[in-house]
């Protein structure tokens, strides 16, 4: 009966796809008057739950260039992206044929300053504004949840770490 079992995960090894490969965007602002960070959520068209921007890789363009693009496709915003990963993530894409897909997604932050009017998907997906625990607890994938809480740690890390200049040392 060993043999079996082995014989059976070692078919199922063989038939396992790799993970595909995506890139994302998550984007964000920072609101002076409040002193609060704010990430972009969007939903996603088919299942409405909760999402940041992302997309398949492009030919001739490089993925930090992809997951601005998709920002803006989805979303409608432009901004400053950052060419270093902040992480990845993994999840199950469902399929039509109702077969799953696991896709491994690099993340970079984009610092948003323009939010267009018009824009390729407008209209198909909701928009909203929310604070990093918010939109940790609004994704639902585990990894994404995680790469937000850290991406807002580091960030308030970066922009709180100056002492005040009549600080005493």
């Not at 432009?78 to 060419?83: E, Q, S, T, Y």
């Amino acid at each position: 009966m060993n043999l079996v079992h082995r014989i059976a995960s070692d078919v199922r090894l063989m038939f396992r796809r790799p993970a595909r490969l995506q890139y994302a965007a998550l984007c964000y602002r920072y609101r002076k008057k409040q002193n609060h960070l704010e990430l972009l959520l969007i939903t996603s068209r088919d299942t409405g739950r909760w999402v940041i921007p992302k997309g398949w890789p492009m030919k001739g363009r490089a993925s930090h260039a992809v997951a601005e693009r998709e920002a803006y496709e989805e979303a409608g915003v432009k901004g400053k992206v950052h060419k270093q990963a902040i992480g990845y993530y993994m999840y199950q894409k469902g399929l039509a044929q109702g077969m799953k897909l696991p896709c491994k997604v690099h993340v970079y932050a984009l610092e948003v300053d323009d939010l267009c009017k018009s824009f390729p998907e407008k209209g198909e997906r909701r928009l909203e504004w929310v604070g990093c625990a918010e939109a940790a607890a609004r994704v639902a994938e585990p990894g994404l949840k995680k790469l937000i809480l850290d991406f807002e740690r580091d960030w308030q890390s970066q922009h709180n770490a100056a002492p005040a200049k009549n600080a005493q040392a």
